[in-house]
Nanobody, 127 residues
Framework: QLPLVESGGGLVQPGGSLRLSCAAS????????AGWFRQAPGKEREGIAC????????SYADSVKGRFTTSRDNARKTVYLQMNSLKPEDTAVYYC????????????????????WGQGTQVTVSS
């Protein structure tokens, strides 16, 4: 059983919105931070947002800043990624990840800093 499960992906028109959810089956989101990543075909996986468990601090990549917002519901063991003003270049498989030792301190998260991963959910932005 994967420690994290993403949902909420789909097909949306440019300018539209989607909200992704990432639910933990165990305690993967209880400490440290959760990160959001995406991987487009032929490209490397990139970190786009993260949120810390302790104080809710967030960080975003420049490519999504002002359009995407991450939040968390600790009681539900779930983190969210609200995506607005979507563009075709946002098309990718989106992953959430968690790590007990990470703290979001103003920089986009890095793949190598996270140890627990979900299976990903496809987001396609197209007219």
């Amino acid at each position: 059983q994967l420690p994290l499960v993403e949902s909420g992906g789909g097909l949306v028109q440019p300018g539209g919105s989607l909200r992704l959810s990432c639910a933990a089956s165990g305690g993967a989101l209880d400490y440290g931070a959760a990160g959001w990543f995406r991987q487009a075909p032929g490209k490397e996986r990139e970190g786009i947002a993260c949120i810390s468990s302790s104080d809710g601090s967030t960080s975003y990549a420049d490519s999504v800043k002002g359009r995407f917002t991450t939040s968390r519901d600790n009681a539900r063991k779930t983190v969210y990624l609200q995506m607005n003003s979507l563009k075709p270049e946002d098309t990718a498989v989106y992953y959430c990840a968690a790590d007990y030792d990470y703290y979001c301190s103003g920089y986009a998260p890095r793949v190598e800093d996270f140890t627990s991963w979900g299976q990903g959910t496809q987001v396609t932005v197209s007219s």
